[in-house]
């Protein structure tokens, strides 16, 4: 085993996992923000931002889909050395990771059932930066306006569309992440 | 090595009860299931909450805990004690400066902010369950947006009583979609629940589900054009500060049974009373 897979994880799991919680939660709550985020190391191609993100929500529970450059074998020990998560395909993951590029088309993931929409895929989405500018957003979690700079407006506006089904995503840049709830309404 | 784990949960149980959190921001009023875990005090007690504040907690955090309103209670201050041992966090009585405020029945009077986060202990979270006891049944009528039973209820209510009766655990619509329990607060409190700056999770330990409302989130209480909701209270100002505004409990406070209204708000009450408010009771 490499020196990389055993490193790269929380200093403090407990506490930092906390942390890196706090700034998903309250990137998810209020869509447009853009929060904090650090405490994992990951190998490349992956952002500290995208590594914090799964070891804060990933275990041996939710199978993981990596997708395009971050299909690699670093990151494939890496990720299984520190949360055991199943590795899968697109249909069947709780959790997606990469660019956009290599994540779409979205109609591969699970939106959830009628009876269960929490049963819907959450896609990390690396993204070269990310700012409260761009697309407007409008929804739960959002006071009047929000933007967020967003890599189409589509794709977000056939989700909505699906509510309450549909897919939720996290976006990841350097040690930075915002969020995109199926709720918010973009244009 | 620690004696607890941070916040007392392990960290896979965190972790399952943070992904539900999410799905739960992400689909307003939506009940999440979740593997409840065993807490070291009774289901009455608010084990859901309990695990809910266990998963958002930070040691960096300041928590406040109240039971009806009242931070004193032995179920607040057990509560209080339980994460100020197991995850360090500083507590306060005051509304204005905690972070993480686990509440049983009550929303604060004060208008909470954006940096808090509002933990609602719920000990039945299905709205519809008192109309349809199986969970697979009320599971369908929420996908399929059944609700007019709901209304028929609410109806009977009024030809009943002339009005709606339902004082606590009001029903609500989310953002047109979920009808959801806001937990058994006064219906006095349902108007704070929409459109609120702070955010606002909800656990029930026994039933195991998990909800949200995300800040500024649409919550209409249920009603008829004839019959509108009215958020109603005791018609008297508080016997110690005299808020007109805030909700009251009734007190006996004597063997004569004489009696005074005085602020469920415990934190709010005194606060007033600091600033000089006096009621028609006060010494
Ligand atoms: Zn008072």
């Not at chain 1, 700034?23 to 929060?35: D, I, L």
């Not at chain 1, 049963?119 to 959002?142: F, K, N, Q, Y």
């Not at chain 2, 972790?15 to 065993?38: D, T």
């Not at chain 2, 509002?118 to 049944?137: A, M, W």
């Amino acid at each position: 085993m490499q020196a990389d897979t055993l490193s790269g994880g929380f200093a403090d799991p407990s506490i930092g996992s906390s942390h890196a919680f706090r700034a998903v939660m309250e990137a998810m709550a209020r869509p447009g923000t853009v929060q904090e985020i650090s405490g994992a190391v990951p190998p490349a191609p992956l952002s500290p931002a995208a590594g914090t993100v799964l070891l804060t929500l990933c275990d041996t529970e939710t199978p993981v889909y990596l997708a395009g450059a971050a299909d690699c074998e670093a990151l494939r020990v890496w990720l299984a050395f520190h949360t055991g998560a199943p590795l899968v395909g697109p249909a069947e993951c709780m959790f997606a990771v990469g660019t956009w590029d290599a994540l779409v088309p979205l109609s591969s993931y699970p939106v959830g059932t009628s009876q269960y929409p929490d049963r819907s895929a959450t896609l990390i989405v690396e993204r070269p930066d990310l700012s409260a500018t761009g697309a407007a957003l409008t929804g739960p979690g959002i006071k009047d306006q929000a933007a967020l700079s967003l890599p189409e407006v589509a794709a977000f506006q056939s989700n909505h569309a699906l509510f309450p089904l549909g897919l939720d995503f996290i976006f990841t840049s350097g040690d930075c992440v915002a969020a995109l709830p199926r709720t918010t309404k973009v244009s | 090595m620690n004696a607890y784990n941070f916040a007392y949960l392990d960290e896979q149980t965190k972790r399952m009860i943070r992904r539900a959190i999410l799905k739960g921001l992400a689909i307003p009023g939506y009940q999440v299931p979740f593997a409840s875990r065993e807490m070291p005090m009774p289901y009455g007690w608010g084990t859901g909450g309990v695990q809910v504040s266990a998963a958002v907690l930070t040691p960096e955090d300041t928590f406040k805990v109240i039971d009806q309103g009242a931070d004193d209670t032995t179920n607040a201050v057990s509560i209080r004690s339980f994460f100020q041992r197991t995850a360090g966090v500083a507590t306060t009585t005051a509304t204005r400066d905690a972070t993480v405020i686990q509440t049983r029945h009550r929303i604060p009077e004060e208008a909470l902010g954006e940096g808090q986060i509002l933990v609602y202990q719920v000990p039945i979270p299905e709205p519809l369950r008192f109309l349809e006891p199986r969970e697979s049944e009320t599971r369908k009528m929420h996908s399929l947006e059944e609700y007019g039973l709901m209304h028929v209820k609410l109806y009977e209510d009024i030809s009943r009583h002339g009005h709606i009766a339902t004082s606590y655990a009001y029903p609500v619509k989310v953002e047109g979609r979920y009808v959801m329990d806001p937990s058994p607060i006064p219906k006095f409190d349902n108007p704070k629940l929409g459109d609120m700056a702070a955010i606002q999770l909800f656990g029930a330990g026994r039933e195991q589900r998990i909800y949200a409302l995300p800040p500024y989130t649409q919550v209409v209480s249920l009603d008829f054009e004839d019959h509108p909701f009215e958020a109603t209270k005791a018609d008297h100002p508080c016997g110690m500060c005299g808020a007109q505004d805030s909700y009251l409990d009734e007190l006996i406070i004597d063997d004569a049974g004489g009696r005074m209204f005085v602020c469920s708000d415990t934190d709010y009450c005194e606060a007033r009373q600091a600033a000089g408010h006096k009621g028609k009771d006060a010494a």
